[in-house]
T-cell receptor
């Protein structure tokens, strides 16, 4: 069964304290891995898509990496405005119609 | 990124009534739209997948007669919660894609409260 597990569930950082969020996945074949940011009471906002092991993408203080079993979202020198829930999702090769399988998310809190 | 608009953002309705939620792709044609439900502090649970002009595909355990989905055009899908009950209160979110190998863009969500 295709599955996505994110850790930690919650992460508290001081402003400027870099860290990483983990997304472990089990799929029959990976079509793509997606990272989203979700603010309270809002829909998820697209951040990155990764398609193959070794791929990396960056956007401001965020960098996403991918291996055959997991993905990391590295946050460098975070600011309070980076506080949000970060969701990881995978799209399996075998599924029809582009369904995403989501992890439970990591709730990030950055204190000034 | 592409814009998906969901309306209304909040709605309160009485038990037994029906509520319609709209999801529109504003600047692209969506081949497929998805409807999710999200409980507090939990991740997104896929309810159904809809393609323009065809019947929606519902996930296991989701009542198709209670959650009616219509995808009348490449830019509009609607979710109607029929005969709503308090347990239907939740955050409903739609997303849209332009093709299988593209990222999904999400609407801002609808907070439904059934009283």
């Amino acid at each position: 069964e295709d599955q996505v597990t994110q850790s930690p569930e919650a992460l508290r950082l001081q402003e400027g304290e870099s860290s990483s969020l983990n997304c472990s996945y089990t799929v029959s074949g990976l079509r793509g891995l997606f990272w989203y940011r979700q603010d309270p009471g809002k829909g998820p906002e697209f951040l990155f898509t990764l398609y193959s092991a070794g791929e990396e993408k960056e956007k401001e203080r965020l960098k996403a990496t991918l291996t055959k079993k997991e993905s990391f979202l590295h946050i460098t020198a975070p600011k309070p405005e980076d506080s949000a829930t970060y969701l990881c999702a995978v799209q399996a090769l075998g599924n029809q119609g582009g369904k995403l399988i989501f992890g439970q998310g990591t709730e990030l809190s950055v204190k000034p | 990124g592409a814009v998906v608009s969901q309306h209304p953002s909040r709605v309160i309705c009485k038990s037994g009534t029906s509520v319609k939620i709209e999801c529109r792709s504003l600047d692209f044609q969506a081949t497929t739209m998805f409807w999710y439900r999200q409980f507090p502090k939990q991740s997104l649970m896929l309810m159904a997948t809809s393609n323009e002009g065809s019947k929606a595909t519902y996930e296991q355990g989701v009542e198709k007669d209670k959650f009616l989905i219509n995808h009348a055009s490449l830019t509009l899908s609607t979710l109607t919660v029929t005969s709503a009950h308090p347990e239907d209160s939740s955050f409903y979110i739609c997303s849209a894609i332009t093709g299988l190998n593209t990222e999904a863009f999400f609407g801002q969500g609808t907070r439904l409260t059934v009283v």
